[in-house]
């Protein structure tokens, strides 16, 4: 009986040796920066979920075209998270606008009067803004994320406060100066100056005490809360001995929302308008931060991932690696607490071929930038010349940000074509117009591609990235030129991942080599058809509708 039970028996022990090799192959991919699929949006101009707060402070003057408020709120992008919409992009942190509380008045640049629904116009930074929500909608938002993988990057501003108006006086002239206006020839005359007019410029560089502002003092008085919040100042500025000088009690109002919510990262803004060595000690305290959030609540650790920071260097690109001309002086952003810097070279290079772009930055970011990675884009909030402004070129763009080394950065609507030209806007605004969300349900055609076609393609690329870290964190390969068709290899500690992508593919039955990255016999998965395949004689063949092969365990 025995003897009969053992051919039994060891058929079984075979096949969970199999299946435990299977596992270890296709075991859930770890997040990592390099790899992130970052998803960017306005809180103001994403979704309403709360019609009741779209007023407050009185901002009922009229605007400029798309210069007010629109009534996006946190409780918008709660619904979003939970409905699944991130996580079928593939979307593994998000990045929304700041949410200081924001001037109360209104601002003519000789654009239409302007509020601040942008985020960027602080009035103080210990609030968030009633117009986006509360703090237990805000500490839902986080948790809701978390709860999906998705990690959250708060924008930050250091470099200044909001505008004067006639509600929102001036800090005052040892906090703040309001001349000369920014030449951006030198160094300094890009660092101690105002980026525009009245936009009062934070003196950062500065080590002398200040006492702090008669408006935050009258606002907090007037709220109930000065003795509350002079008990924590005093408190963060004995234990850190940093002198009362205005970067640190700004540095200690932004690191309370890590301490508090959990926040996994900062995005600087204006990085480049700031003495670089700012940056890391606003770090140093993040990471603190962030470390005590942690130990305070074990159960909503996500990972062992540091802070993470990406700065908004502007016209920083990939090609200048770890050194930036900053008025005449050579920067290392990188050296100064930063893990990431936006590249603003992606939008000229997307016009180039596929290959051009993937070797390019994989041989970049695997020799000066190693350790360190980029955060690509294509359309943002301030930038008036990006990628296919006329949204001709859908596809090549999301191929192009999404398949490239590096973290991806999607602008929310370029997974539908929201319009970036918008009739009677002026500057900016145009490409700030409120998510076109009826867009999908009716399928919209922009240039000959619908935007539910987009959407599902953008679904598709995004999955596969978050699935597979080789994509943006690996080194690539051209495995063969017609057709295209290329690899990416990763690896950290026990785990290790590969990928084969084809593009511009025919349609219909194709082979595709895989060169020496699966061994015959492997079973793959083409994340874009969905078909199933096995390697033979060093190729697959898969027989899709589609010009496009996304191939991994």
């Known amino acids: 009986m025995i003897k009969k039970l053992l051919p039994l028996v060891l058929v079984v022990l075979l096949a969970g040796c199999v299946n435990k090799e299977q596992t270890k192959s296709v075991e859930k991919a770890p997040f990592v920066w390099e790899n992130a699929n970052v998803y960017f949006l306005l809180t103001d101009r994403f979704n309403n979920g709360d019609i009741s707060n779209d007023v407050n402070f009185e901002r009922t003057n009229e605007t400029g075209v798309l210069r007010g408020f629109m009534g996006g709120d946190f409780r918008g992008i709660i619904e979003k998270i939970n409905d699944g919409y991130f996580s079928d992009l593939g979307v593994n942190a998000l990045w929304f ?5 924001q001037i109360h008045g209104d601002v003519d640049e000789g654009t239409g009067n302007t509020y601040g629904y942008h985020g960027y116009w602080a009035k103080d930074w210990t609030s968030i803004d009633p117009n986006w929500g509360t703090e237990e909608e805000f500490a839902e938002l986080v948790d809701a994320a978390h709860k999906k993988g998705i990690r959250v990057i708060m924008d930050v501003v250091i470099n200044h406060t909001g505008p004067v108006t006639d509600k929102d006086p001036v800090y005052g002239n040892d906090w703040v100066r309001t001349s000369p206006k920014c030449m951006y020839d030198t160094y300094e005359s890009t660092v101690t100056c105002t980026l525009v007019e ?21 606002k907090w008085q007037n709220e109930g809360r000065l003795e509350q919040e002079m008990e924590s100042l005093n408190a963060f500025f004995a234990e850190t001995g940093y ?9 200690k109002w932004l690191t309370d929302f890590v301490r508090k919510y959990g926040i996994d990262g900062y995005r600087i803004d204006t990085a480049k308008h700031t003495e670089e060595s700012i940056w890391g000690e606003l770090y140093k305290e993040a990471v603190k931060a962030f470390a005590e ?39 290392d952003y990188y050296a100064h607490g930063m893990d990431a810097l936006i590249n603003f070279e992606l939008k000229v290079d997307a016009t180039k071929d596929y290959e051009f772009i993937f070797s390019k930055y994989s041989d970049i970011l695997q020799s000066e930038l190693k350790g360190k990675t980029i955060v690509n884009y294509l359309t943002s909030h301030d930038d008036g010349q990006p990628f296919d402004k006329e949204r001709k070129m859908a596809y090549k763009a999301a191929n192009s940000l999404l398949l490239c080394p590096g973290a991806s950065q999607i602008y929310y609507g370029d997974e539908i074509n929201r319009n970036l030209v918008v009739d009677g806007t002026v500057g900016d605004a145009t490409l700030r117009s409120f998510m076109n969300w009826e867009d999908v349900e009716t399928n919209k055609i922009v240039n000959g591609v619908g935007s539910l076609e987009l959407l599902q393609h953008y679904q598709k690329l995004g999955q596969f990235r978050q699935h597979n870290p080789s994509v943006g964190a690996g080194v690539h390969t051209q495995i063969s030129a017609e057709p295209y068709v290329f690899k990416r290899e990763w690896s950290k500690g026990d785990y290790s991942n590969k990928v084969v992508v084809g593009l511009d593919l025919p349609k219909g039955e194709k082979t595709i080599s895989v060169g020496d990255v699966f061994k015959d016999g492997t079973e793959l998965k083409d994340y874009y ?7 033979k004689k060093g190729s697959v063949v898969i027989d899709s509708e589609f010009d496009i092969v996304l191939l991994s365990l």
Not at 97 to 101: F, G, L, Q, T, V
Not at 243 to 251: D, L, N, Q, S
Not at 299 to 326: A, C, H, L, P, Q
């Open 97 to 101: 606008s700041p949410i200081a509380e």
């Open 198 to 218: 009245n936009l009062p410029d934070v003196k950062t560089e500065s080590n002398n005490e200040v006492a702090l502002p008669e408006v935050l003092i009258e």
């Open 243 to 251: 002198p009362k000088a205005p970067r640190f009690y700004i540095m």
């Open 293 to 331: 959030w942690k130990m305070a609540n074990p159960e909503k650790v996500m990972d062992d991932n540091e802070f993470y920071t990406v700065g908004e260097v502007y016209n920083y690109g990939v090609s200048s690696g770890r050194s930036f001309d900053n008025g005449g002086v050579d920067v």
């Open 529 to 535: 058809s969905g078909i199933t395949v096995k390697v």
